[in-house]
C-alpha cells in the first residue's frame, strides 16, 4: 500500500517549527527497522515510562502517528503516560497549518491517502526514545481513527522541519533495507550514515542532485531521464510529473512498497516489458496490490531452472537519472509466483500524476540522505551485514 498523502497535507512552515534542540546534527544512532507486510516497520520507544513501538519508516511523508485508538488494540495508551500533553488550537503549531481552521480545542487532523484510506486524530507533544537516547517533547500525532487496518503508525522521514529528521535537526542519515525478511533493516544517523562501509569495489557510488518539487517540496525527487529495459530505452512522456530541464521526477520513497507510475507511463513500461522478454504475457493478472506484469514460464523450463535462475533470465532494467545510470539486480524488479508459475514485473500503474521510487527497488542499497548539500548518494551492499 502506498503511503505517500494526498492532497490534505500538513503545510507547515518550516521557520515557524523549531527544531528540538536535543539531539546535535553528528549524534550518531543505529535504528532498527523490521520488514512486514511489505513495509520497512521502524522501533523506538514512545512515552514515559516508555512503551515500544513500531511505525512504517516513511522518507514520503512528515508527519509522525502512532494509534492509540483506546476501542481498538492500541500500542500505546496516553493515558500510562506522564509527558503526553494534547496541542491546543491556539498553539501556532496548530494555527500555521491546515487543522486550525475547523479547531475547536485540541489541534486535530484529518489525512486522506492515495488509496482511499483516511488517519485521524490529535496533534501531541511527548517523549520518544531512540535506543538509549531519550527526546522530549516531540511532535507526534495520536490517531484514534481510521480505515487503514494493519498498520501501527507511521514515521515521517520528509524534507520539512516538522518530520523526525527535521524535528531532530539532522543534516544527514542513511537507510539501508534488507532484502532477507527474517533480518532487520537499519537508519543511520550522524557519522554512522557511512555509505562507503561494505560497498563492494564493482558498483561505485552514485550520487544525484535532490530537484525542488514547487508542489511537493517535502519528498525526496531526483530527475530521472528514461528507463531501459534489457535493449529497449523507454523515453516516456512523463506528462505525470513537473520537468523542470526537460526532466522526470520520481520520489524516493521508503512507505512505498515498490516503483509506481501514472497510468500512461506504466503502459508504455508495459510495452516495453512485452517487447524484450520473449515469453507469453499474462492478461490482467493482478499479484497482491501491484498491477501485474507477468510472464508464464513453461513447465519445462521450470522443472529444469530455480527460482532465481528464472528470473535472472529477464532484461536488465536500468534508470537513467541526473548524469548517472543506476543498474538494478534482477531480484529488484521481478519476482517468482511458485503457485501461478509466473515471473512478475513488480511495478505498479495509478491513477495519480506522479513517479514513486518504492522500497522493493531499495532492498541492498545503501542510501545516504545529505540535507546540507541536497545530494542522495546510492552504493550496493549486503544490508543484511551492516
Known sequence: MTFQMFILFLFFLDIFL???????????????????????????????????????????????WIMCDPRGNPIY?????????????????????KYAENCTEFCTYSYTYNDGHYIKGTLVN????????????????????????GEPGI????????????????????????????????VFFGSLADIKKGSPPSQPILTVPIVSHSNKSS???????????????????WEATVKPNGEGLIA???GSDMCSFAMATYNVLKQAFKDEVKLPMVQNYKVGVGEGICFQIPAGKISNE????????????????????????????????????????????????????GNYQMKNMHILFDLKDMKLSFAHTQCHKL
Not at 35 to 52: C, N, Q, R, T, V
Not at 77 to 97: F, M, V, W
Not at 134 to 149: A, F, H, K, Q, R
Not at 163 to 182: A, D, P, R
Open 252 to 254: 524516493v520513497d521508503t
Open 126 to 149: 511527548e517523549t520518544l526514545s531512540f535506543g538509549k537516547i531519550e527526546v522530549p517533547n516531540m511532535v507526534i500525532g495520536c490517531s484514534t481513527d481510521t480505515n487503514l487496518l
Open 219 to 237: 519528498d525526496y525527487w531526483v530527475a530521472l531521464k528514461a528507463i531501459s529495459i534489457g535493449k529497449t530505452y523507454v523515453e516516456t512522456s
Open 306 to 357: 530455480s527460482s532465481t535462475s528464472l528470473t535472472d533470465g529477464m532484461p536488465m532494467v536500468v534508470y537513467h537519472l541526473d548524469g548517472v545510470d543506476m543498474k538494478f539486480s534482477n531480484d529488484r524488479f521481478y519476482e517468482y509466483d511458485e503457485k501461478e508459475k509466473l515471473v512478475c514485473v513488480k511495478i505498479r500503474g495509478m491513477k495519480r500524476k506522479l513517479s514513486l521510487w
Open 18 to 64: 523549531p527544531t528540538n534542540g536535543y539531539l546535535l546534527p553528528n549524534t550518531t544512532l543505529r535504528l532498527a527497522a523490521e520488514f512486514s507486510g511489505g513495509m520497512y516497520h521502524l522501533e523506538f520507544s514512545m512515552g514515559k515510562p516508555p512503551k515500544p513501538v513500531k511505525a512504517v519508516l516513511d522518507t514520503g511523508s512528515s508527519l509522525s
Open 155 to 186: 514515521m515521517g522521514f520528509g524534507l520539512t522541519n516538522f518530520s523526525l529528521v527535521g524535528q531532530l535537526g539532522l543534516t544527514q542519515f542513511s537507510i539501508c533495507l534488507s532484502s532477507k525478511k527474517e533480518v532487520k533493516s537499519h
Open 77 to 97: 495508551n496516553p493515558k500510562t503516560s506522564k509527558t503526553y500533553h494534547k496541542i491546543a488550537c491556539k498553539n501556532p503549531l496548530c494555527e500555521l497549518g
